[in-house]
């Protein structure tokens, strides 16, 4: 006689959902030619989308510290996906910038991420998408995340 498992609940559901979407998506990065972005650059690559950012703003941002944030600010620049200009006005400030590698990198996660939603809405229909949508922004207000989403701020995860 077998024990069944019990089915799992909808928070493991979705946490497991988003680590294959990482996997899926980083995968298909890779094969498209951005082979060395990480799960971790992505949360410097929100920030960099909102424009010129510096090192000590995103740090204070996504709460963490300065030395992290520079360490992947430098692999960044050294990948060809971000870019580090001095400020014209202070030569200390050296804002960096989504590269266009960057941005061609941005633009074919988020066709991946359309294509598996569309794979969504052809099995579910757009209801329960938007359905599930709705339960899943109501998690992240609920876990006070709502506005780091909003303002693409979202704390990095702890390190493993």
């Known amino acids: 006689m077998t024990d069944e498992l019990p089915p799992a609940d909808l928070l493991?559901?979705?946490s497991l959902a988003g680590s294959a979407i990482d996997r899926r998506v980083l995968e298909d990065l890779h094969a498209a030619g951005f082979g060395s972005i990480r799960p971790a650059h992505g949360y410097l690559i929100q920030r960099l989308l909102t424009g010129p950012q510096l090192v000590t703003?995103?740090?204070?941002?996504?709460?963490?510290?300065?030395?992290?944030?520079s360490k992947m600010a430098k692999?960044?620049?050294?990948?060809?996906?971000a870019e580090q200009q001095i400020d014209g006005t202070d030569s200390r400030r050296r804002p960096l910038t989504l590269s266009e590698y960057g941005r061609a990198g941005v633009e074919r996660a988020r066709v991946?991420?359309?294509?598996?939603?569309?794979?969504?809405?052809?099995?579910?229909?757009?209801?329960d998408l938007a359905a599930a949508q709705r339960v899943v922004s109501t998690l992240l207000d609920q876990l006070g995340l709502a506005d780091h989403l909003a303002n693409r701020t979202m704390p990095l995860p702890p390190e493993e």
Not at 75 to 81: F, I, N, P, T
Not at 112 to 127: F, H, M, W
């Open 12 to 14: 493991s559901l979705i």
């Open 57 to 69: 703003v995103m740090a204070a941002d996504l709460g963490v510290s300065q030395q992290a944030v």
């Open 75 to 81: 692999e960044l620049v050294r990948l060809g996906v």
């Open 112 to 127: 991946i991420r359309k294509e598996l939603e569309q794979r969504l809405v052809n099995s579910v229909g757009a209801d």
